[in-house]
């Protein structure tokens, strides 16, 4: 009998899903993404190498140091992003890596994404930003209809340590910022008027939370997130900010585990009404 959480069932059989669709021994360069979920798309991904369904010169991209303990744990290839070419060079895509599976803190219905509840946004959005397609894996808490609708921890915002209170007033200024820009429509983008950005503090040790870039991470609240592109943007804009964590409209599938055992896949909603 699985000794198993419901939660971490729940994490695990969308995990082998995924791996199970996407990592087809055709595909050569896999992106590796971060977190608890992802482990279980390792677990898979070692079960497959030893029954020899995989392409037998694949390399794997890590997104973090844990992503990258992962893939060694699993006896597979690591391959640095920087060291990979263009698989098409006339693309108007860059797309060095053939599919990357990574978690999520929340998807909504377009496939938008919070993600960096383990500070590994940068290197997962330079390698998602790199594939041909990005699969997220997560359990139910995470299916949302819009960002901000369960996951109430904030947007992880990746930030130069030498200036994180200026960053952090001028996030929390993002409503007249937008305005005075006159670019965004911030009234519409997401739900408060005074976001609220707090410094994320380590856990076993004092002081704040340290990322495999040597960077901090501002948890930046700003309520329901109605417009994710612009959120990104806007936040973007703010020197200092290194990388944040919403990912718009870069996935194609997210697969849930649910609390019946079953796993459910979704596409953007608007590819779906295309398809009706
Ligand atoms: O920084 C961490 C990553 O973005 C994770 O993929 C995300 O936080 C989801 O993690 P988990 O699978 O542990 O819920």
């Known amino acids: 009998m699985s000794t198993l959480s419901l939660v971490e069932q729940a994490k695990r059989s969308a995990a082998f899903a995924a791996v199970d669709k996407h990592v087809t021994p055709s595909v050569r360069v896999l992106g590796v993404g971060s977190g608890s979920t992802v482990v279980y798309a390792a677990e898979r991904l ?5 029954e020899g369904k995989l392409h037998p010169e694949l390399q794997c991209v890590p997104t973090s140091f844990q992503s990258k303990q992962l893939i060694n744990e699993a006896g597979l290839r690591a391959a640095d ?6 698989a098409d060079p006339s693309s108007t895509t860059y797309t060095a890596i053939d599919v990357t599976i990574d978690g999520a803190d929340e998807v909504d219905a377009e496939l938008n994404a919070i993600k960096g509840g383990g ?13 041909a397609k990005l699969v997220l894996i997560a359990d139910y808490r995470k299916n949302s209809q819009v960002l901000g609708q369960n996951w109430d921890k904030g947007i992880p915002v990746e930030v130069s340590p030498i200036a994180w209170q200026t960053i952090k007033r001028q996030l929390e200024r993002l409503v007249p910022r937008s305005r005075a820009l006159g670019v965004l429509a911030t009234s519409d983008a997401f739900e408060l008027n005074h976001p609220v950005a707090t410094l994320r503090n380590a856990v076993r040790k004092a002081g704040p939370v340290v990322t495999d870039n040597g960077n901090f991470i501002l948890d930046v609240h700003v309520g329901r ?11 973007k804009m703010v020197p200092g900010v290194v990388e944040v964590g919403v990912f718009s409209r870069m996935a194609c599938e997210a697969w849930f585990g649910n609390e019946d055992g079953s796993v459910s896949m979704r596409i953007p909603q608007s590819e779906t009404k295309k398809k009706d």
Do not use: C, Y
């Open 46 to 50: 070692l079960e497959l190498k030893n």
């Open 81 to 86: 992003l920087d060291d990979l070419v263009d």
């Open 119 to 131: 500070g590994a946004h940068l290197r997962e959005k330079l390698v998602a930003n790199a594939s």
């Open 225 to 235: 997130i109605h417009d994710p592109v612009a959120v990104e943007q806007l936040i």
